[in-house]
């Protein structure tokens, strides 16, 4: 059972429009949540978190909204552009579990020009 | 330099061939992991160590092993290959310090097949 579901697949957008990518989680002892992005023929690379005690997080065009009683969170992007297509996953943690990640199945987005 | 560097990048083996990857860093962190990626299911970790003498199984460890041989090398093996551990896997290192946020930093993958 994924603790952790991206249920969108895929996401097509405009370029200059919002990216929204939605995240739902089951366990409610997470206490952190993470984006990652990754590009073919490379790791993933971090991109944003936020703790469990806050409902949004900014860096530049990236917000991270987190909804508790939801299990949500949700990632915005604006402006996209063509560079933001990739795979993004979601990825939560238990710090008394040892920092270990649980990561959704992604959502590849596509950014078109 | 890449910080987490894996080798090879690509491998192809038949089935019931031991095999190794290896992944090695310079970043200096203690706590290393390997995941695989599968479509669909995101990254699952296989085994992570928080220091050489600390060794742990992740949620899918069943045909795998690994062995930390310093702070900076951990290598995964898999004793006798099969065609479900087709997967592109991956290191990955964190830093104590930053645990904070549980941000980890992944190496470039290494894709393997097993025909």
């Known amino acids: 059972d994924q603790q952790v579901k991206q249920n969108s697949p895929s996401l097509s957008v405009q370029e200059g429009r919002i990216s929204i990518l939605n995240c739902d989680y089951t366990?409610?002892?997470?206490?952190?949540f993470l984006w990652y992005k990754k590009y073919p023929a490379e790791g993933p690379t971090f991109l944003i978190s936020?703790?469990?005690?806050?409902d949004k997080n900014e860096d530049g065009r990236f917000t991270v909204f987190l909804n508790k009683s939801a299990k949500h969170l949700s990632l915005h992007i604006v402006p996209s552009q063509p560079g933001d297509s990739a795979v993004y996953f979601c990825?939560?943690?238990?710090?008394?579990?040892?920092?270990?990640?649980?990561f959704g199945g992604g959502t590849r987005v596509l950014v078109k020009p | 330099d890449a910080d987490v560097t894996q080798t090879p990048r690509n491998r192809i083996t038949k089935t019931g061939k031991r095999i190794m990857l290896e992944c090695s860093q310079t970043?200096?962190?203690?706590?290393m992991y390997w995941y695989r990626q599968d479509p669909g299911l995101g990254l699952r970790l296989i085994y992570y160590?928080?220091?050489?003498?600390?060794?742990n199984k992740g949620e899918i460890s069943d045909g795998y092993s690994v062995s930390r041989q310093a702070q900076a090398k951990f290598s995964l093996s898999l004793e006798s290959a099969i065609p479900n551990q087709t997967a592109l896997y991956f290191c990955?290192?964190?830093?104590?310090?930053?645990?904070?946020?549980?941000?980890?930093?992944f190496g470039p993958g290494t894709r393997l097949t097993v025909t």
């Open positions: 366990n409610s002892m997470f206490d952190y």
């Open positions: 990955a290192t964190s830093d104590e310090d930053r645990a904070g946020s549980g941000e980890q930093y």
């Open positions: 970043k200096g962190h203690d706590r």
């Open positions: 936020i703790s469990s005690i806050k």
């Open positions: 990825a939560a943690r238990v710090k008394a579990a040892g920092n270990k990640l649980t």
């Open positions: 160590s928080f220091d050489v003498k600390d060794i």
